[in-house]
Nanobody
């Protein structure tokens, strides 16, 4: 089972940028499909972006053209570059790894976007 640790969250003004990182350990990283999810207070966790082992990406409509997911298999790390941030992007962001029936989650990192 892969272990995941997110970093890079913080407080940023609207229009600003942040880059989240998710470091994986404990298993071979490259076969895993990776994803970023987020959960705002009082709301359900929602998909933000995913990237397959082959590098195919998928984005929620709300973040398309603003966020970019990428992975570096040599560093066992997946990234989420977030540009043009909006207050509605405020949430705890979680990293997810999936391989066959195995799923792992990180502990989450807080992103707060002020007006």
């Amino acid at each position: 089972q892969v272990q995941l640790v997110e970093s890079g969250g913080g407080l940023v003004q609207a229009g600003g940028s942040l880059r989240l990182s998710c470091a994986a350990s404990g298993s071979i990283f490259s076969p895993y499909a990776m994803g970023w999810y987020r959960q705002a207070p009082g709301k359900q966790r929602e998909l933000v972006a995913t990237i397959t082992s082959g590098g195919t990406t998928n984005y929620a409509d709300s973040v398309k053209d603003r966020f970019t997911i990428s992975r570096d298999n040599a560093k066992n790390t997946v990234y989420l570059q977030m540009n043009s941030l909006k207050p509605e992007d405020t949430a705890v962001y979680y990293c997810n790894a999936r391989y066959v029936s195995r799923t792992s989650w990180g502990q989450g990192t807080q992103v707060t976007v002020s007006q």
